[in-house]
């Protein structure tokens, strides 16, 4: 064990040393090729004693600085697992302003969590950041969102060379090959859901219910070119009822499915009081063709993808009330996941493996957030911990845990402020994802 250790030791000086002398040349890092190792993880001790983790974990990030990747939907690992995306700000007590840029980076697990700046965006938000993601179908090439004068745009950057394009529309999703994205109005938005939209830009249809030249549009990664695809009218009017001309009308959180043959979407709008709001919950092709709803009952939250036919979200449904619910695309069929086992909404993904289904919470009465697996084969629930959480004076301050699996499913990145600031925490699964039992 002592001859491994120092084997590691000593891999890692040499490993530093050669980043060492990338970093005086000012110059990224360069890619190394040596085959992959895991990470190691050691257990956090009384210096994060808001974390209370029944597996072993460490921080990969600090301050003084506050550290975070948001969503729970983008690819945080590069393909290889080493290096893990974040954001970096100096502030966290308010919403971001015009000018508040946000540093773009990436951990460094093979070099002792190296923290390497590559980019800054002025387009982001606390919730889901600047849709940072490793792009589909490289190793090398992230794609974010930033703001370029009076309007919204996405870089597509090799954060080794430091190359990069801009593309002329900010993205939401991402396409599985990497060559499509569907976006929508981040400024619309920011009007509809402070911490989900960006600030700064005025949302052009600010006065009107639903118009009918914006919503969801497609933008062709390699070109460039865009067009718009689904309209708030065109949805708004072919599902009306009698709450959808009272309030303001939105969409959000669009997500492909696995193949990239269809993709979710969130039609939302207020309800006229102003307290709450209405949800439906939608599947279309790429191009916008064969809308299909899958929930008109008013309620759907967080969701994924488990295959291209089938989706995980949490909903509300008459039957059986607000759970977990599977639903079958472009059909009526629906199943209950998790009955008296998942009983809260959380950020849910699928495991690389497809066993297991990733959750987290809500802070509870004690300002503690669960982190959580779920078995689908027997419905077995593994708790991996509790972190605290200081009730934010403004909602759209919290910090969510937004879990992230590493590609290998060995590993859960999440975000927390459970030593007080928002940082990154890297979580070891793979012992419990090795069980029999």
Known sequence: MEHGRLFIFLFALGMSCRILSAIAADAPPPRQEEAYTSPSVETAGPDVPGCEASIPFRPLTSGPKAHWFAYYDKHQFDPS?????????????RAPGLEDASVLGMVDLRDADKWIPFAESTAWCWQQGCMLQWLPGTDAEVIYNAREGDHYISVIQNVFTGEKRTLPKPVYAVSPDGKTAV???????????????????????????????????????????SRLIITLAQVATAYADETTDDGKHWFNHLLFNTDGSRFIFLHRWHRPDGKGRYTHGFTARPDGGDIFRFNGHGMVSHFIWRDPQHLLAWSHEPDSGNKFHVYKDKTDEVTVVGEGTLTTDGHCTYSPCGKWILSDTYPDRENMQTLMLYRVADGKRIDLGRFFQEKPQDIQLRCDLHPRWSRDGNYICIDSKCSGQRQMYLLDVAEILGRKD
């Open 183 to 225: 976006g929508l109005n981040f400024a619309r938005v920011n009007d509809t859901r402070p911490g989900y939209g960006y600030a700064g830009i005025p949302d052009a249809g600010a006065s009107e219910r639903y118009p009918d030249n914006d919503g969801i549009y497609a933008l062709d990664l390699v070109t460039g070119e």
């Open 81 to 93: 697992d080493r290096y893990v995306l974040g954001m970096e700000v100096g502030f966290e007590d």
